[in-house]
């Protein structure tokens, strides 16, 4: 039985090993004084090409922005609601008929957290957090979707003891007798193990043990790199480290085919002065390099080629999170979805490929009077000497012939002219700047990479989505996170076979 079953998960690799990729998502926090509304979170997000995404609770207004956007959606049960929702599979099925079911599959639900590092910040919710997790997926399984949606508990990595060397790590034993049902639901449920990396604390409280450059993903002299003496695997970084730690610390309680998958992860660009590795190169560094190590399928020492998918912490810079000054940036973009920095993924074809990162368009604002708006296009056209010629008859930024779109034109012109200043978006009030490339047909605007600013060709089949009119795509790495999951599964499974 046992033989037939492995036979049968070894058979599934080869069907649907050879076109699953690793993906890059993104947190999306919302402590921010001014939230940006769901419809300019999701430009954001086109722009960027992020196609994958988890929030923190299942706001109906983000959920419904989503709809039919090709992101996949992986949603939470905030730590709040964890005792009604553990203590009452009737709550559990509202939630998910609320949450879920009245909006898939419009909004590409691939997941549920069921809280969030519950574990570590509220022990005493942890007793009905198994329950919680059953129920959901019992809901789930009685809507006919426990197979598209998946459900698991983010977890810091912090309940991992003795994280180095990897081979000797284990979880914390006192919460044994939360995390065994816990690892027997994901794993019966092919689901996978949510941990959230943060290479950043690990170098911080090292008090020096952990080399920057070694949390930072950079190259290290061999004789620096770390080396696990019960397997002689070389570690060149801090995560990959802490994943290994993870299968490692999963294999002692005899569970070796839960595949991980990082909820979390990220640096700060900015901190307090006790906080100095907080600076916009290290956190550039530290996302720039993870992304191109997540998709360069190197895989971990313990799994190579077995990519870790993984969110990076997160969109937006939260500037109403309490605590010191790092935690108020982690973000890849401000509230206006202007970039911190730019990535460094020349080549790697990656979402947020640095060359359009940064771009940035001035255009009308909504709603604004339409005469100060036509004052304002005299105005840029005249002493703001735009070229305006691509406006006249005839020109590819003609069509369409209105106020604003003609605008939109000469005031991008001014701002991309002024080097991309602020101040240079203004037109006494009437302008704003964006992310969305207004680029149509043939009138490029000033700023745009035009289609060539999506990604690299990185993959191979066409996205072919009614939403997108990109030229190039990479729908290979938005497969559905349970596809990914059982395939890593089933290679683990493989290599432990083997
Ligand atoms: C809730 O639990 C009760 C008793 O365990 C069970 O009879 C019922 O079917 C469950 N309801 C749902 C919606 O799962
Ligand atoms: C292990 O978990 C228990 C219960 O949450 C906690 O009190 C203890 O501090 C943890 N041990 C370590 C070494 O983190
Ligand atoms: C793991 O499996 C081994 C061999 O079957 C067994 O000896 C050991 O007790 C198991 N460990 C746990 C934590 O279940
Ligand atoms: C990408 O992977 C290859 C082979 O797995 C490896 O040799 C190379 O160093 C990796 N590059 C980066 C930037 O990680
Ligand atoms: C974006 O590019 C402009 C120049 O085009 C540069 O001045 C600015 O610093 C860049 N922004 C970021 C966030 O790197
Ligand atoms: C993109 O990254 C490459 C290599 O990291 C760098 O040479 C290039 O200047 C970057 N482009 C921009 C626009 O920052
Ligand atoms: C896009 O790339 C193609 C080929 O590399 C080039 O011919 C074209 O001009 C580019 N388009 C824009 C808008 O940069
Ligand atoms: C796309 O990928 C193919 C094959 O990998 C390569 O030959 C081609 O130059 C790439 N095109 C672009 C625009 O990156
Ligand atoms: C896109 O999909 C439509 C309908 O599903 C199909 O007719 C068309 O050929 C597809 N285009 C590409 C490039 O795959
Ligand atoms: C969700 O996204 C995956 C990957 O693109 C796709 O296979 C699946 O069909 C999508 N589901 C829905 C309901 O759109």
């Known amino acids: 039985m046992a033989l037939m079953h492995f036979l049968l ?10 076109d699953e990729e690793p993906f890059i998502g993104v947190n999306i926090g919302t402590e921010l004084s001014d939230m940006p509304h769901p419809t300019q979170v999701v430009a954001l997000l086109k722009a960027q090409q992020i196609r994958h995404v988890r929030l923190y609770d299942a706001d109906q207004a983000m959920l419904i922005a989503l709809a039919k ?53 509220l022990p005493n919710v942890a007793k009905v957090l198994v329950n919680a997790i059953k129920y959901i997926h019992s809901a789930l399984v009685a809507s006919n979707l426990d197979r598209q949606v998946k459900v698991s508990t983010p977890l810091s990595s912090s309940i991992i003891l003795d994280s180095f060397p990897p081979s000797q790590a284990f979880f914390n034993r006192s919460l044994n007798s939360v995390l065994v049902p816990i690892l ?25 043990v952990i080399p920057l450059d070694y949390a930072l993903f ?17 570690y060149s970084n801090v995560f ?20 991980v998958v990082v909820t979390e992860s990220g640096w700060p660009s900015k901190g307090g002065s006790n906080e100095p590795d907080a600076t916009i190169d290290n956190a550039n560094n530290y996302n720039s390099n993870l992304i191109k190590h997540v998709f360069n399928k190197t895989g971990t020492p313990k799994h190579p080629g077995t990519a870790v998918s993984t969110y990076i912490y997160e969109l937006y810079n939260e500037d109403t999170k ?20 730019i990535l460094h993924l020349t080549g790697s074809g ?45 020109q590819p930024c003609y069509e369409p012939d209105n106020v604003i779109a003609h605008a939109n034109y000469a005031f991008d012109s001014y701002y991309h002219k002024m080097g991309n200043t602020p101040d240079s978006c203004d037109f006494k009030g009437v302008a704003t700047i964006t992310t969305s490339d207004p680029s149509h047909g043939s009138c490029i605007f000033p700023g745009s990479l035009g289609k060539n600013s999506t990604f690299g060709n990185f993959t191979a089949p066409s996205m072919n989505s009614s939403s997108d009119s990109s030229a190039y795509s990479i729908h290979s790495i ?10 890593t599964g089933f290679l683990i499974l493989g290599v432990v076979l083997i």
Request: charged share 15%.
């Open 350 to 394: 990656a979402v947020l490929a640095n060359d359009t990162s940064n771009q940035t368009f001035c255009v009308a604002k909504d709603g604004a009077d339409p005469k100060m708006i036509q004052a304002a296009l005299d105005w840029a056209c005249g002493p703001g000497k735009v070229e305006c010629d691509l406006l006249l008859q005839g």
């Open 478 to 487: 938005e497969m559905r996170i349970c596809s990914l999951v059982m395939v």
């Open 184 to 208: 027997d639901f994901l794993q019966s449920t092919d689901s996978y193990l949510m941990l959230n990396i943060y290479p950043y604390y690990d170098y911080m409280q090292s008090n020096g």
């Open 9 to 18: 998960l070894l058979f599934a690799v080869s069907i649907v090993s050879a």
């Open 218 to 234: 950079k190259p290290l002299p061999p004789n620096k790199e770390a080396v696990d003496s019960n397997t002689l695997l070389h």
């Open 69 to 121: 956007s090709g992101i996949q959606v992986v949603i939470t049960v905030p730590n709040e609601e964890l005792l009604a929702i553990g203590q009452s599979n009737a709550s559990a099925a509202n939630w998910v008929s609320r949450n879920v079911v009245a909006h898939y599959p419009a909004t590409n639900i691939t997941a549920i957290c069921v809280g969030s590092e519950v574990l570590t910040t």
């Open 240 to 259: 990959d480290a802490m994943v290994d730690a993870a299968y490692f610390a999963m294999a002692f309680l005899n569970y070796t085919n839960i595949p």
């Open 322 to 341: 309490p605590g010191v000054l790092s935690e108020k940036n982690w973000g890849l973009f401000d509230a206006n979805g202007v970039p911190i920095y």
